[in-house]
């Protein structure tokens, strides 16, 4: 999985499916955003934006640059940026190590569990 745990509202549930699939051996690996701050404001997306509107309109030219600076300001996005609810390294470790006994952490926001017993 890569970057979806923050969306779900039952990671407990999810996980508890996807153990029961996987077979005695399996390995599931799981990467998601972690960050020290909170789901920042609106606001700090738009500066970003803006940001990297004249890097990209240097890279890709204005038609590519546009279409990316309209999408990353659309209310649609801006929208789906508000649901993420990012955890600290701290919290990640110890939620995902309650639900994964065994679980270890390879780096910051990355973790990978085997299946060993049915």
């Known amino acids: 999985s890569s970057n979806v745990f923050h969306h779900l509202s039952d990671v407990e549930s999810t996980l508890s499916v996807i153990k029961s699939l996987l077979k005695?051996?399996?390995r599931?690996?799981?990467?998601?955003v972690v960050s020290p701050n909170e789901t920042?404001?609106?606001y700090v997306?738009?500066?970003?934006?803006?940001?990297e509107y004249l890097p990209n309109l240097i890279k890709y030219?204005?038609?590519i640059a546009n279409r990316i600076f309209e999408f990353r300001t659309s209310t649609h996005w801006l929208n789906h940026l508000?649901?993420?609810?990012y955890l600290?390294?701290?919290n990640f470790q110890e939620i995902y190590s309650r639900y994964l006994p065994d679980c270890y952490f390879p780096d910051s926001g990355r973790l990978i569990w085997e299946k060993n017993m049915p």
Do not use: E, M, N
């Open 88 to 90: 600290t390294s701290k």
């Open 45 to 51: 997306y738009i500066i970003g934006a803006y940001q």
């Open 82 to 85: 508000a649901t993420d609810h």
């Open 24 to 26: 005695v051996g399996g």
């Open 61 to 63: 030219g204005w038609k």
């Open 40 to 42: 920042p404001p609106r």
């Open 28 to 32: 599931f690996v799981l990467t998601d």
